[in-house]
Protein backbone atom coordinates (compact mmCIF):
# COMPACT_ATOMS: atom_id res chain seq x y z
CA UNK A 1 0.00 0.00 0.00
CA UNK A 2 2.79 3.03 0.83
CA UNK A 3 4.40 1.82 -2.85
CA UNK A 4 0.87 2.55 -4.00
CA UNK A 5 0.70 6.26 -1.67
CA UNK A 6 4.44 6.84 -2.93
CA UNK A 7 3.60 9.18 -6.01
CA UNK A 8 1.16 11.22 -3.45
CA UNK A 9 4.10 12.01 -1.51
CA UNK A 10 5.08 15.10 -4.21
CA UNK A 11 1.62 16.46 -3.08
CA UNK A 12 1.53 16.16 0.55
CA UNK A 13 5.41 17.42 0.90
CA UNK A 14 3.57 21.12 -0.37
CA UNK A 15 1.86 20.66 2.68
CA UNK A 16 -1.58 21.37 1.63
CA UNK A 17 -3.01 21.62 5.43
CA UNK A 18 -0.56 24.88 5.72
CA UNK A 19 -2.81 26.13 2.73
CA UNK A 20 -6.01 27.10 4.56
CA UNK A 21 -4.42 29.84 6.38
CA UNK A 22 -2.97 31.17 3.06
CA UNK A 23 -6.54 30.99 1.39
CA UNK A 24 -7.77 32.75 4.78
CA UNK A 25 -5.05 35.73 4.02
CA UNK A 26 -5.90 36.04 0.43
CA UNK A 27 -9.39 35.80 0.43
CA UNK A 28 -9.86 37.92 3.27
CA UNK A 29 -7.47 40.93 1.28
CA UNK A 30 -10.03 40.45 -1.49
CA UNK A 31 -13.23 40.58 0.03
CA UNK A 32 -11.80 43.50 2.36
CA UNK A 33 -10.79 45.47 -0.95
CA UNK A 34 -14.02 45.21 -2.55
CA UNK A 35 -16.01 46.07 0.57
CA UNK A 36 -13.92 49.11 1.77
CA UNK A 37 -13.22 50.46 -1.74
CA UNK A 38 -15.94 49.95 -3.80
CA UNK A 39 -15.61 52.70 -6.26
CA UNK A 40 -12.51 51.12 -8.47
CA UNK A 41 -14.38 48.87 -10.25
CA UNK A 42 -15.51 50.02 -13.16
CA UNK A 43 -17.81 47.52 -14.25
CA UNK A 44 -20.23 48.52 -11.39
CA UNK A 45 -22.55 45.45 -10.30
CA UNK A 46 -21.60 45.39 -6.30
CA UNK A 47 -23.17 43.35 -4.50
CA UNK A 48 -22.76 42.80 -0.54
CA UNK A 49 -19.48 44.85 -0.93
CA UNK A 50 -17.98 42.76 -3.39
CA UNK A 51 -17.65 43.13 -7.55
CA UNK A 52 -19.64 40.21 -9.19
CA UNK A 53 -16.79 39.65 -11.56
CA UNK A 54 -13.55 38.09 -11.86
CA UNK A 55 -14.14 34.55 -9.84
CA UNK A 56 -13.09 32.38 -12.20
CA UNK A 57 -9.66 34.62 -12.54
CA UNK A 58 -9.11 34.96 -8.84
CA UNK A 59 -8.86 31.47 -8.27
CA UNK A 60 -6.26 30.99 -11.00
CA UNK A 61 -4.25 33.25 -9.10
CA UNK A 62 -4.81 32.26 -5.68
CA UNK A 63 -4.06 28.93 -6.99
CA UNK A 64 -0.49 30.07 -8.24
CA UNK A 65 -0.18 32.19 -4.64
CA UNK A 66 -0.66 28.55 -3.33
CA UNK A 67 1.61 26.23 -5.41
CA UNK A 68 4.31 28.99 -4.94
CA UNK A 69 3.74 29.03 -1.13
CA UNK A 70 3.92 24.94 -1.40
CA UNK A 71 6.69 25.05 -2.86
CA UNK A 72 8.53 27.38 -0.51
CA UNK A 73 7.30 24.77 2.27
CA UNK A 74 9.06 22.27 0.58
CA UNK A 75 12.01 24.53 0.29
CA UNK A 76 12.13 25.01 4.22
CA UNK A 77 11.94 21.48 4.73
CA UNK A 78 14.81 20.68 2.55
CA UNK A 79 17.17 22.86 4.54
CA UNK A 80 15.30 21.92 8.43
CA UNK A 81 15.96 18.06 7.16
CA UNK A 82 18.87 17.43 9.80
CA UNK A 83 17.54 19.60 12.46
CA UNK A 84 15.67 19.06 15.77
CA UNK A 85 12.47 20.58 14.31
CA UNK A 86 12.06 17.88 11.71
CA UNK A 87 11.85 15.20 13.78
CA UNK A 88 8.71 14.49 14.14
CA UNK A 89 5.97 11.42 13.29
CA UNK A 90 6.41 11.64 10.07
CA UNK A 91 8.75 13.45 7.56
CA UNK A 92 9.12 13.68 3.77
CA UNK A 93 12.71 14.04 3.25
CA UNK A 94 13.75 10.77 4.43
CA UNK A 95 15.07 6.95 3.16
CA UNK A 96 11.72 5.91 1.72
CA UNK A 97 10.63 8.55 0.99
CA UNK A 98 11.82 11.60 -1.17
CA UNK A 99 15.44 12.92 -1.42
CA UNK A 100 16.84 16.15 -0.73
CA UNK A 101 17.41 16.69 -4.27
CA UNK A 102 14.39 15.61 -5.80
CA UNK A 103 12.58 17.92 -3.11
CA UNK A 104 14.58 20.51 -4.12
CA UNK A 105 14.15 20.06 -8.09
CA UNK A 106 10.00 20.00 -7.84
CA UNK A 107 10.20 23.17 -5.72
CA UNK A 108 12.48 25.00 -7.89
CA UNK A 109 9.95 23.75 -10.89
CA UNK A 110 7.35 24.86 -8.94
CA UNK A 111 8.90 28.11 -8.39
CA UNK A 112 9.40 29.05 -11.93
CA UNK A 113 5.99 27.89 -13.48
CA UNK A 114 3.96 30.24 -10.34
CA UNK A 115 6.01 33.26 -10.97
CA UNK A 116 6.33 33.28 -15.03
CA UNK A 117 1.91 32.93 -14.42
CA UNK A 118 1.92 35.58 -12.14
CA UNK A 119 4.10 38.12 -13.83
CA UNK A 120 2.44 36.99 -17.21
CA UNK A 121 -1.12 36.81 -15.77
CA UNK A 122 -1.00 39.74 -12.96
CA UNK A 123 2.02 41.60 -12.68
CA UNK A 124 0.95 43.25 -8.98
CA UNK A 125 0.47 39.80 -8.00
CA UNK A 126 3.90 38.49 -9.37
CA UNK A 127 5.64 41.66 -7.68
CA UNK A 128 3.93 40.31 -4.57
CA UNK A 129 4.47 36.79 -4.71
CA UNK A 130 8.59 37.48 -5.90
CA UNK A 131 9.04 39.51 -2.40
CA UNK A 132 7.16 36.26 -0.42
CA UNK A 133 9.65 33.77 -2.24
CA UNK A 134 12.70 36.14 -1.59
CA UNK A 135 11.89 36.52 2.28
CA UNK A 136 10.67 32.86 2.99
CA UNK A 137 12.40 31.29 0.51
CA UNK A 138 15.96 32.73 0.73
CA UNK A 139 16.10 34.93 3.73
CA UNK A 140 14.41 32.17 5.57
CA UNK A 141 16.39 29.38 4.73
CA UNK A 142 20.24 30.33 3.08
CA UNK A 143 23.10 31.46 4.72
CA UNK A 144 24.28 33.52 5.65
CA UNK A 145 21.10 35.01 6.65
CA UNK A 146 19.34 32.47 7.54
CA UNK A 147 16.75 34.22 9.48
CA UNK A 148 14.91 30.62 10.53
CA UNK A 149 17.50 30.24 13.24
CA UNK A 150 17.17 34.08 14.58
CA UNK A 151 14.53 34.12 16.88
CA UNK A 152 13.03 37.40 15.91
CA UNK A 153 14.32 37.60 12.68
CA UNK A 154 11.91 33.99 12.07
CA UNK A 155 8.54 35.63 13.42
CA UNK A 156 9.01 38.44 11.53
CA UNK A 157 9.52 36.94 8.21
CA UNK A 158 6.24 35.09 8.70
CA UNK A 159 3.98 37.88 9.61
CA UNK A 160 5.28 40.22 6.35
CA UNK A 161 4.69 37.11 4.61
CA UNK A 162 1.13 36.83 5.99
CA UNK A 163 0.77 41.07 4.98
CA UNK A 164 2.02 40.49 1.77
CA UNK A 165 -0.82 37.47 1.63
CA UNK A 166 -3.93 39.77 2.06
CA UNK A 167 -2.40 42.48 -0.19
CA UNK A 168 -2.36 40.01 -2.67
CA UNK A 169 -5.65 39.94 -2.46
CA UNK A 170 -6.18 43.44 -2.52
CA UNK A 171 -4.26 44.24 -5.00
CA UNK A 172 -6.48 42.05 -7.25
CA UNK A 173 -8.52 44.71 -7.57
CA UNK A 174 -7.20 47.59 -5.53
CA UNK A 175 -4.40 49.89 -4.94
CA UNK A 176 -1.50 50.83 -3.03
CA UNK A 177 -2.98 53.03 0.15
CA UNK A 178 -3.00 53.80 3.37
CA UNK A 179 -6.66 52.00 3.63
CA UNK A 180 -4.53 48.64 3.07
CA UNK A 181 -2.55 49.02 6.22
CA UNK A 182 -5.70 49.95 8.06
CA UNK A 183 -7.59 47.01 6.70
CA UNK A 184 -4.96 44.38 7.62
CA UNK A 185 -4.47 45.36 10.94
CA UNK A 186 -6.87 43.31 13.13
CA UNK A 187 -5.68 40.64 10.28
CA UNK A 188 -1.91 40.86 11.21
CA UNK A 189 -2.94 41.51 15.69
CA UNK A 190 -4.28 38.05 14.95
CA UNK A 191 -2.34 36.10 12.68
CA UNK A 192 0.55 37.34 15.60
CA UNK A 193 -1.33 36.10 17.93
CA UNK A 194 -1.26 32.35 16.37
CA UNK A 195 2.48 32.67 15.74
CA UNK A 196 3.16 33.34 19.59
CA UNK A 197 1.19 30.68 20.10
CA UNK A 198 2.57 28.39 17.46
CA UNK A 199 6.15 29.23 18.85
CA UNK A 200 5.18 28.66 22.20
CA UNK A 201 3.53 25.16 21.00
CA UNK A 202 6.73 24.36 18.86
CA UNK A 203 9.93 25.20 21.90
CA UNK A 204 11.86 22.22 22.27
CA UNK A 205 13.20 22.23 25.76
CA UNK A 206 16.05 20.46 24.95
CA UNK A 207 16.82 22.78 21.64
CA UNK A 208 20.70 23.62 21.97
CA UNK A 209 20.45 26.07 19.15
CA UNK A 210 17.32 28.14 20.48
CA UNK A 211 15.16 28.10 17.23
CA UNK A 212 11.98 29.18 18.33
CA UNK A 213 12.35 29.32 22.06
CA UNK A 214 10.12 31.77 23.04
CA UNK A 215 9.22 29.72 26.06
CA UNK A 216 12.76 29.84 27.38
CA UNK A 217 13.65 33.12 26.28
CA UNK A 218 10.45 35.30 27.25
CA UNK A 219 8.59 33.20 29.47
CA UNK A 220 5.72 30.46 28.68
CA UNK A 221 3.10 32.93 30.29
CA UNK A 222 4.54 36.22 28.90
CA UNK A 223 4.26 34.96 25.22
CA UNK A 224 0.84 33.63 25.91
CA UNK A 225 -0.52 36.70 27.37
CA UNK A 226 0.82 39.02 24.53
CA UNK A 227 -1.14 36.87 22.40
CA UNK A 228 -4.13 37.39 24.29
CA UNK A 229 -3.69 40.86 24.58
CA UNK A 230 -2.77 40.66 20.68
CA UNK A 231 -5.95 39.10 19.66
CA UNK A 232 -8.09 41.69 22.22
CA UNK A 233 -6.47 44.51 20.11
CA UNK A 234 -7.69 42.52 16.74
CA UNK A 235 -11.57 42.17 18.25
CA UNK A 236 -11.59 45.97 18.61
CA UNK A 237 -9.52 46.88 15.73
CA UNK A 238 -12.30 44.66 13.71
CA UNK A 239 -14.99 46.58 15.35
CA UNK A 240 -13.99 49.65 14.57
CA UNK A 241 -13.44 49.01 11.14
CA UNK A 242 -16.40 47.09 11.02
CA UNK A 243 -15.11 43.99 9.41
CA UNK A 244 -16.64 40.90 10.46
CA UNK A 245 -14.81 38.66 8.35
CA UNK A 246 -11.66 38.63 11.28
CA UNK A 247 -14.19 39.89 14.26
CA UNK A 248 -15.98 36.67 14.78
CA UNK A 249 -13.54 34.05 14.23
CA UNK A 250 -11.05 35.97 17.12
CA UNK A 251 -13.77 37.19 19.23
CA UNK A 252 -14.32 32.84 19.72
CA UNK A 253 -10.93 31.83 19.65
CA UNK A 254 -10.37 34.60 22.77
CA UNK A 255 -11.85 32.12 25.26
CA UNK A 256 -9.70 29.30 24.22
CA UNK A 257 -6.41 31.83 23.82
CA UNK A 258 -7.62 32.92 27.64
CA UNK A 259 -7.86 29.50 29.15
CA UNK A 260 -4.63 28.26 27.15
CA UNK A 261 -2.74 31.17 28.91
CA UNK A 262 -4.14 30.77 32.35
CA UNK A 263 -3.65 26.60 32.69
CA UNK A 264 -0.46 27.08 31.14
CA UNK A 265 -0.52 23.64 29.67
CA UNK A 266 0.42 22.57 25.75
CA UNK A 267 -2.38 21.09 25.61
CA UNK A 268 -4.35 24.08 25.20
CA UNK A 269 -2.12 25.94 23.35
CA UNK A 270 -2.20 23.26 20.55
CA UNK A 271 -6.23 23.41 21.25
CA UNK A 272 -6.71 27.21 20.73
CA UNK A 273 -4.83 27.00 17.58
CA UNK A 274 -6.63 24.41 15.93
CA UNK A 275 -9.83 25.61 17.24
CA UNK A 276 -8.87 29.51 15.97
CA UNK A 277 -8.29 28.55 12.22
CA UNK A 278 -11.18 26.30 11.48
CA UNK A 279 -13.22 29.52 12.93
CA UNK A 280 -11.44 31.56 10.22
CA UNK A 281 -12.01 28.69 7.89
CA UNK A 282 -15.87 28.81 8.66
CA UNK A 283 -15.92 32.33 8.32
CA UNK A 284 -14.13 33.07 5.30
CA UNK A 285 -16.32 29.58 3.98
CA UNK A 286 -19.54 31.50 4.81
CA UNK A 287 -18.28 34.78 3.18
CA UNK A 288 -17.26 32.76 -0.60
CA UNK A 289 -20.53 30.97 -0.15
CA UNK A 290 -22.98 34.05 0.18
CA UNK A 291 -20.82 36.23 -2.27
CA UNK A 292 -20.57 33.63 -5.58
CA UNK A 293 -23.72 31.30 -4.41
CA UNK A 294 -21.33 28.16 -4.57
CA UNK A 295 -19.84 25.90 -2.49
CA UNK A 296 -16.46 25.47 -4.16
CA UNK A 297 -14.21 26.82 -1.38
CA UNK A 298 -15.85 24.64 1.29
CA UNK A 299 -15.83 21.71 -0.71
CA UNK A 300 -11.87 22.34 -1.56
CA UNK A 301 -11.39 22.39 2.35
CA UNK A 302 -13.36 19.47 2.72
CA UNK A 303 -11.75 17.50 0.03
CA UNK A 304 -7.88 18.07 0.52
CA UNK A 305 -9.05 17.57 4.70
CA UNK A 306 -10.45 14.49 4.53
CA UNK A 307 -7.46 13.37 1.62
CA UNK A 308 -4.95 14.40 3.59
CA UNK A 309 -6.14 12.15 7.00
CA UNK A 310 -6.36 9.43 5.01
CA UNK A 311 -2.89 9.50 3.26
CA UNK A 312 -1.23 10.11 6.45
CA UNK A 313 -3.45 7.16 7.87
CA UNK A 314 -2.01 4.82 5.62
CA UNK A 315 1.10 6.24 4.66
CA UNK A 316 2.29 6.46 8.13
CA UNK A 317 -0.08 5.22 10.41
CA UNK A 318 -1.28 8.38 12.38
CA UNK A 319 -4.29 10.26 12.73
CA UNK A 320 -3.43 13.53 10.75
CA UNK A 321 -4.72 16.29 10.30
CA UNK A 322 -7.14 16.14 13.25
CA UNK A 323 -8.68 18.51 15.85
CA UNK A 324 -7.90 15.97 18.94
CA UNK A 325 -5.31 17.19 21.06
CA UNK A 326 -2.91 15.03 23.52
CA UNK A 327 -4.39 16.27 26.83
CA UNK A 328 -1.45 14.76 28.85
CA UNK A 329 1.28 17.78 27.28
CA UNK A 330 1.97 19.83 29.78
Not at 235 to 261: N, V
Amino acid sequence: MKQLLKPFDYFFILKPIMFFPVWVLFLSGYYVQNKTEPYLHSEGNISNGVAAFGEDRLIWLGLAVTILMGAIFVLNQVMERKSSETKSKFTFIAPGMLTPKSAFIESSILIVLTLGFSFFFFWKIGVLAFIILLLLGYLFNFSPFAWKDKLILALLAKLVTAFLLFGGGWFFNGRLSSALVIQASPYLCFFLSLLLFEAVENSPSDDSQGKNAFAEKFGFSTTLCVAVVLTVVSIASAFILKDELIFYPALFALPFFLWAAISAKNCEVERSLKYAMVFLIIAISFKWGILFKDYFFIGTVATIYFSAKIYYRLRFGVNYPTLAVETGKE
